[in-house]
């Protein structure tokens, strides 16, 4: 069975470009997370879903980001305009609901030069 | 506020020396502990979930417990395969927006 699929696995830019990562949850899971990951920081949640609706976005840093699951197999994550300090792993995670283990894909790498 | 803590950081065994990692958790309303195990360039890869004090959960060399402040790995005569860092996690506030301990680096020489 497919896990979490994340796209693309890697992502370098300059300051300033818009990027959009993308997510693909694991089927029948109706709930989905974004997190980013750093050295400074772990893994911290910036947005869930459940059944396609934005349920806690507190985990967003600002405007700048923003998130969309327009169907219960595929979300974005995007980021415009882009800064250096944006640079992290961010990982995409599904689960069959609360109280539920999360699984996660294996991330997007991000470079904002 | 919610927090989980993990300890230590990072762990350096020999093969077949076992040892424990600690996560502390100071979560109203547990829902359930989550162990995940990190393997670099990998996304968290979910291992147990424990829901009760005194519970229990045994993976091959790993076996999870659960106290009422706390949660130990239990790692038995590890592999080098092993290696990785282990996260815990758990619910905050009751809700499915999980908080994540920094993790333990192990390490585990042949």
């Known amino acids: 069975d497919a896990g979490v699929i994340q796209s693309p696995r890697h992502e370098v830019t300059e300051m300033g470009q818009e990027v959009t990562l993308r997510c693909k949850p694991i089927s029948g899971h109706n709930s989905l997370f974004w997190y980013r990951q750093t050295m400074m920081r772990g893994l911290e949640l910036l947005i869930y879903f459940n059944n396609n609706v934005p349920i806690d976005d507190s985990g967003m840093p600002e405007d700048r980001f923003s998130a969309k699951m327009p169907n219960a197999s595929f979300s974005t994550l995007k980021i415009q305009p882009s800064e250096p300090r944006d640079s992290a792993v961010y990982f995409c995670?599904?689960?069959?609901?609360?109280?539920?283990?999360?699984?996660f894909g294996d991330g997007t790498r991000l470079s904002i030069l | 506020e919610d927090q989980v803590t993990q300890s230590p950081e990072a762990l350096r065994l020999q093969e077949g020396e076992s040892s424990s990692l600690n996560c502390s958790y100071t979560v109203s309303g547990l829902r359930g502990l989550f162990w995940y195990r990190q393997d670099p360039g990998k996304g968290p890869e979910f291992l147990f979930t424990l829901y009760s004090a005194g519970e229990e959960k045994e993976k091959e060399r790993l076996k999870a417990t659960l106290t009422k402040k706390e949660s130990f790995l239990h790692i038995t005569a590890p592999k080098p395969e092993d290696s990785a860092t282990y996260l815990c996690a758990a619910p905050e506030g009751g809700a499915q927006k999980l908080v994540f301990g920094q993790g333990t680096r192990l390490t585990i020489n042949p």
């Open positions: 995670a599904s689960s069959l609901g609360a109280s539920q283990p999360q699984h």
